[in-house]
């Protein structure tokens, strides 16, 4: 895989991963922010959440902090279905809030 460095192109040799770890995550109660479970993230992996499809009309609201959730202009929106994958070092740097009881996502993260 070739990046830009510095302004240089260079290659970039990524590990294989043997395993990956999944989990769902539900929003028990609109506006209580959840922290994501503590799950180490390898150097040169990353984590995938997803806003599950059966969410319907549910939306999730993903921030880094618990009170960033509930600022539209702090948070990122997902809708079902919708995903976004992040580099981060542990899962728990995540937090997410719903606008309906009930909402999930997925996440998945190579290890």
């Known amino acids: 895989m070739a990046r830009i460095v510095g302004g240089v192109q260079a290659v970039v040799t990524l590990p294989n991963f043997l395993t990956f770890a999944a989990q769902v995550i539900t929003v028990a109660a ?47 929106t997902l809708r079902a279905g919708e995903g976004i994958e992040m580099r981060v070092q542990n899962a728990n740097a995540i937090w997410i809030d719903a606008n309906n009881n009930g909402a999930q996502v997925e996440l998945f993260v190579e290890q």
């Open 30 to 76: 609109a506006g209580t922010p959840v922290q994501l479970p503590s799950v180490i993230i390898p150097e040169g992996a990353s984590i995938f959440v997803r806003a599950r499809v059966e969410n319907g009309n549910k939306r999730i609201f993903l921030a880094d902090t618990s009170l960033n959730t509930g600022v539209a202009t702090s948070r990122l």
